[in-house]
């Protein structure tokens, strides 16, 4: 394991957040947090989600079970309401100014928008990764993976064991493992993308959300990202969002057909499990699509 302080404080925290003594588990140990979500899956359903930019309805009465620790992917034609759903998801799409929403966003039966629920909170259980990798390019590897645990101020008792237990369940420690302290916009693409998987997993996030984490990746990267996808699914649910049909079959248990007619909102037209959807669906829209015969 590498160490890189001795100090009884970790080298990336401005805010003051105490290391616990102990002799640090295993790198395929789970390493504890305090203050982090509470351990295992979450299933995340959704009850007639909808939702609005300005008056205008771009997703409509969405009834979707993701079940825990199980992977689903969203598939559908562009601009039908995926992105927008998982953002729903993660409290993103209260940021925008123009936006509202409606229906009953639950995980683990718990409604993520009832009164007193923080959109911090959510954030936490439900980890994002973005389409376009986003590191801090002038922040450490190290200090990336640590990241969300200072700005949540979670503490752990063994860092170090906690960043190469991250970047192993990336698919990243043995590329980056003696360069924990190069920048990480210094890595590739395919490796900063798995950097910031890393840093979602960190904070050992209930659920992990991927908007088309491969679509500006090379065929050996995308690779990478869907055998972590594989090694995760029994450690966090994760859904995401993909245009590749064949990246769809692959890494998923459960997948939900969007669509969306023209100046109509998105809604799912079928979902179920994945051999099902891409081999006998019920809807013939489902197999058109899936085959390539439209989107």
Same mark, same amino acid.
């Given at each position: ?5 001795n ?10 957040i105490?290391?616990?003594d ?7 140990v ?6 982090g979500?509470p ?7 959704t ?8 008056d ?6 969405v009834?979707?079970?993701m ?5 689903t992917a ?21 940021l ?6 409606g ?23 439900m980890?994002?990764?973005?389409q ?19 700005l949540?101020?979670?503490k752990?008792?063994?860092?170090d064991g ?7 369940r ?16 210094a890595l590739?693409g395919?490796q ?14 209930n ?19 869907e ?6 699914r029994d ?7 993909? #245009?590749?049909m ?5 890494v ?7 669509l969306?007619a023209?100046?109509?909102?998105? #809604? ?7 051999t099902?959807?891409f081999?006998?669906?019920d ?7 899936? #085959?390539?015969r439209?989107?």
């Amino acid at each position: 394991m590498t160490t890189t302080t001795n100090s009884n404080h970790a080298s990336v925290d401005d805010v003051d957040i105490e290391l616990i003594d102990d002799p640090g588990p295993a790198s395929d140990v789970r390493p504890g947090l305090v203050g982090g979500p509470p351990p295992g899956c979450a299933s995340v359903e959704t009850r007639r989600a909808c939702a609005w930019f300005g008056d205008h309805l771009v997703l409509e009465n969405v009834d979707l079970l993701m079940p825990a620790g199980q992977v689903t992917a969203l598939i559908g034609p562009s601009g039908c309401g995926k992105s927008t759903y998982l953002r729903m998801l993660n409290r993103m799409h209260e940021l925008v100014p123009s936006a509202s929403l409606g229906g009953d966003f639950l995980l683990d039966g718990v409604d993520i928008y009832q009164s007193g629920m923080r959109a911090q909170e959510v954030r936490l259980r439900m980890g994002m990764v973005f389409q376009k990798p986003n590191p801090f390019p002038a922040m450490s590897i190290r200090d990336n993976v640590l990241a969300g645990l200072k700005l949540a101020r979670i503490k752990c008792h063994d860092k170090d064991g906690l960043v190469e237990w991250s970047l192993r369940r990336a698919g990243l420690w043995r590329e980056v493992r003696n360069r924990l302290t190069s920048p990480g916009g210094a890595l590739s693409g395919g490796q900063q993308q798995r950097l910031c998987i890393a840093r979602a997993l960190a904070v050992q996030p209930n659920v992990l959300l991927m908007d088309e984490p491969c679509s500006a990746l090379d065929p050996t990267s995308t690779r990478r990202i869907e055998d972590t996808i594989a090694e995760l699914r029994d450690e966090v649910t994760v859904i995401i969002v993909t #245009h590749n049909m064949q990246q769809a079959q692959r890494v998923s248990d459960q997948c939900a057909f969007f669509l969306a007619a023209e100046h109509q909102p998105g #809604h799912v037209v079928e979902h179920g499990p994945t051999t099902t959807m891409f081999d006998n669906p019920d809807d013939p829209r489902t197999l058109e699509y899936v #085959h390539g015969r439209f989107g």
